[in-house]
Every structure is written in C-alpha cells, then in structure tokens.
C-alpha cells in the first residue's frame, strides 16, 4: 500500500516562495511518475507539475519559470519549489504518484497566497 504525506503548506505574501514536500511509503516510489496537482476553491484540480521516473519533468503553462519540480529517491520524496508566489497560486496542493495504471493521492496541503 503507497501512502503520500505532503508538507511545506501556508500562507505567504504575493511575491513569497514556499517548499511543498511529498514523502512516499513503499518500495515503488523510484519506479513511478509524481505529480502536483491543485484545486482551488469552486474550481477543478488541476496539472501543476510532474516528474517521470526517469527525470522528465513538465509544467504547467500558469507556473512555467516559477516553480520547479524534483525528486530525490533516495528518500522516496517529491519536492515543489515555488517561487514568485501570486494569489491566483491559492489551492489545496496534492501530492501524485502514478505506475501504469494506478493512483495514489496524498490528503493535499492548503497554501494561500495574500495579496
């Protein structure tokens, strides 16, 4: 059984930058593709980042120079630097993992960012 745990959520001023962590359990992790993914509220989550299990990674259009996605698997851990944080950038963050055909989720970490 694969478990996310994410962590680095808060509140931050426009312009602030925040770290979001996912620690994952199980033997898989170096094998799968992670992900971050968003929902803000009244609206549909959606693809901020992602990372194969090979180092690709891909952005979104909205976060593309700000934020940066890694991996370490070492650790089993995803990380999300976010820098030049903007209010629109307010959402539950959700920790992804991803092998052939299964997903797993993470409970999500709240960041808001004032204006």
């Known amino acids: 059984q694969v478990q996310l745990v994410e962590s680095g959520g808060g509140l931050v001023q426009s312009g602030g930058s925040l770290r979001l962590s996912c620690a994952a359990s199980g033997s898989i992790f170096r094998l799968s593709d992670m992900g971050w993914y968003r929902q803000a509220p009244g609206k549909q989550r959606e693809l901020v980042a992602t990372i194969t299990n090979r180092g690709t990674t891909n952005y979104a259009d909205s976060v593309k120079g700000r934020f940066t996605i890694s991996r370490d698997n070492g650790r089993n851990t995803v990380v999300l630097q976010m820098n030049s944080l903007k209010p629109d950038d307010t959402a539950v963050y959700y920790c992804?993992?991803?092998?052939?055909?299964?997903?797993?989720w993470g409970e999500g970490t709240l960041v808001t960012v004032s204006s």
């Open positions: 992804n993992l991803h092998i052939i055909t299964r997903d797993y």
